[in-house]
């Protein structure tokens, strides 16, 4: 299935809680690589291997993307 649409994109943020965006170190080099990627264009190239109907949830693209690149650095 396709994943959920973010809380960024339905304009809805959840009280008490903070964003990621606002905990993480803005410096740090990954944050960095990642505010360079396309992620729409990620979404748009990988989206046509999501289905509609079955199966499991979807996972966001940019999760599956940063998993994958940070379990072949380790």
Not at 6 to 26: A, C, P, V, Y
Request: proline share 5%; charged share 35%; glycine share 6%.
């Amino acid at each position: 299935m396709k994943p959920e649409e973010n809380s960024k994109q339905k304009n809805q943020g959840e009280l008490f809680r903070n964003r990621l965006d606002q905990i993480l170190d803005h410096r740090h080099p990954l944050y960095q690589i990642a505010k360079k990627i396309d992620w729409e264009k990620f979404e748009k190239e990988f989206g046509k291997y999501y289905t509609e109907k079955t199966g499991r949830p979807g996972l966001r693209i940019p999760f599956v993307s940063w998993a994958s690149l940070l379990e072949t650095r380790v």
